[in-house]
Nanobody, 122 residues
């Protein structure tokens, strides 16, 4: 089994910053892509950013120029630095990782964290 645990969410004023973390643990041989998604109330789950094992990054349009995704592969951890936050960024932020377990090293499977709430409000 693989567990993903997010942290770093909370309440922040418009224009502020937050840094989210997501640590993966358990039956891990390697992790391919690590991603952040978000889901606002009543909305679909949208991609925020993804980072590959080689460090290639892709961002959703709303995240470009404000959010930065990074990872520490030695710690199986992915981060999301969010700056210039807006009320529209209010959502539950979920971590996703494509993990190949030790027992099946050549096939990755997607795993999700339980989410962390980010609220941007004055």
């Amino acid at each position: 089994q693989v567990q993903l645990v997010e942290s770093g969410g909370g309440l922040v004023q418009p224009g502020g910053s937050l840094r989210l973390s997501c640590a993966a643990s358990g039956d891990i041989f390697r992790i391919q892509n690590m991603s952040w998604y978000r889901q606002g109330q009543g909305n679909q789950r949208d991609l925020v950013a993804v980072i590959s094992s080689s460090g290639t990054t892709t961002y959703g349009e709303f995240a470009k120029g404000r959010f930065t995704i990074s990872r520490d592969s030695a710690k199986n951890t992915v981060y999301l630095q969010m700056n210039s936050l807006k009320p529209d960024d209010t959502a539950v932020y979920y971590c996703n990782a494509d993990v190949a377990p030790v027992t099946d090293r050549w096939r990755t499977r997607p795993y999700w964290g339980g989410g962390t709430q980010v609220t941007v409000s004055s």
